[in-house]
């Protein structure tokens, strides 16, 4: 497997299957991270784009974030991840962020991308959803760009980081939440015990027990251990209604 990094301009061999885009590295590993490993697993090409470096973070550096998440992508099996570099805590939708993403997304030309939901605390969350779509859309227009071949995604999910929203579907994670929250912990300068603030922020244990608290709430709505919410705007539609899961009763 072809492992790039670094630079989110770097061209790629094969297109990606699936492609998240988030506002900040660790935010995949606390939302969606469990079913890229799935994914990844039944043998697709996934990878993530992360907006920010995280330079506004109290903690590390943002040269060290991106650091860590290479190692948190190599646990989640990515084919491929980038960072943008994008101002932390100012995402802005322009028109040369919009364009900008949409290169990449016409680049990497992911099937299906993921986006954080809508709504949320972190202004960069609900920011990095508007880019991201009207990214896809522009990235889908023959005329934008005639140098690069248009590409417009299939699918587009939301995933979120809060319990508080109903999703359209949920993804069994139970096999991979371990390996998800290993990914997470990657980053040792937010999570490590040492790391500087530590008495600001929540340790470990208590970051487990809220991340386990969160997808066994979602796991048991599907009927299964550990789950991952998404939202989908469209309706899904359904093939073979004898196959449909969890049981009724
Ligand atoms: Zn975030």
């Known amino acids: 497997m072809r492992w790039q990094l670094e630079f989110a301009s770097a061209s790629v061999d094969r297109p990606l299957d699936i492609l998240a885009i988030a506002a900040h590295p660790d935010d995949v590993e606390q939302t969606c991270g469990g079913t890229l490993i799935r994914m990844a697993e039944a043998g697709y090409r996934t990878g993530v784009l992360d907006l920010t470096a995280g330079d506004m973070g109290t903690r590390g550096t943002p040269e060290r974030r991106v650091e860590e998440s290479h190692e948190a992508g190599r646990r989640m099996k990515l084919a491929w991840r980038g960072n943008m570099y994008w101002p932390d805590a100012r995402l802005e939708n322009t028109t040369t962020a919009r364009m900008t993403l949409a290169g990449e997304i016409r680049n990497l030309k992911p099937r299906v991308v993921i986006l954080p939901y809508w709504t949320g605390r972190h202004p960069d969350h609900y920011r990095a959803c508007e880019i991201g779509y009207e990214a ?101 539609r359904v093939d073979d209604i004898v196959a449909l899961a969890p049981r009724s009763l």
């Open 136 to 236: 896809c859309f522009l990235a889908g227009l023959k005329k934008l760009d005639e140098t690069t071949e248009p590409h417009r995604p299939q699918k587009i999910l939301y995933s979120s980081l809060y319990a508080n929203i109903a999703p359209s579907f949920v993804v069994d994670i139970s096999a991979q939440f371990e390996r998800r929250m290993e990914a997470l912990f990657a980053y040792t300068s937010q999570y490590g015990a040492g790391s500087e603030g530590a008495d600001l922020f929540p340790d470990r244990a208590e970051i487990e027990e809220r991340l386990a608290a969160i997808a066994r709430f979602y796991g048991n709505l599907a009927g299964v251990k550990y789950g991952e919410p998404f939202v989908i705007k469209e309706t899904m």
